[in-house]
């Protein structure tokens, strides 16, 4: 059984840096796509950042285009999540998912939730002001 286990979480003031990354523990599997979420307290959950496994092409969501960067080891089977120049209203618990399944290559499939079946536990990510 695969599993995802997140890393890097933790305080950092605004402005600040963090590297977040996310390893997969169990059997061997090559995703279709990895993606980043983020959720905050009374809010719903929503995409950062996703990854096509095989040719590497990444997705963001507007507000973090320049400032994050999604990558991915393809020999460590471990996706990062490199966010620069954080705000404090990017505090959140920010979660790895992983697709198993193939689907169309648009923005709307990788930022839909229902695409990932596999989940981590998340991170918390505190921005301070």
């Known amino acids: 059984q695969v599993q995802l286990v997140e890393s890097g979480g933790g305080l950092v003031q605004a402005g600040g840096s963090l590297r977040l990354s996310c390893a997969t523990s169990?059997?061997?599997?090559?995703?279709?796509?990895m993606g980043w979420f983020r959720q905050a307290p009374g809010k719903e959950r929503e995409f950062v950042a996703a990854?096509?496994?095989?040719?590497?092409?990444?997705y963001y969501l507007e507000s973090v285009k320049g400032r994050f960067s999604i990558s991915r080891d393809g020999a460590k089977n471990t996706v990062y999540l490199q966010m620069n120049s954080l705000k404090a209203e990017e505090t959140a618990v920010y979660y790895c998912?992983?697709?198993?399944?193939?689907?169309?290559?648009?923005?709307?499939?990788?930022?839909?939730?229902?695409?990932?079946?596999?989940w981590g536990q998340g991170t918390q990510v505190t921005v301070s002001s």
């Open positions: 998912a992983a697709a198993r399944v193939f689907f169309y290559s648009n923005y709307g499939n990788y930022a839909n939730p229902s695409r990932y079946e596999l």
């Open positions: 169990g059997r061997t599997f090559s995703p279709a796509a």
């Open positions: 990854i096509r496994w095989s040719s590497a092409n990444t």
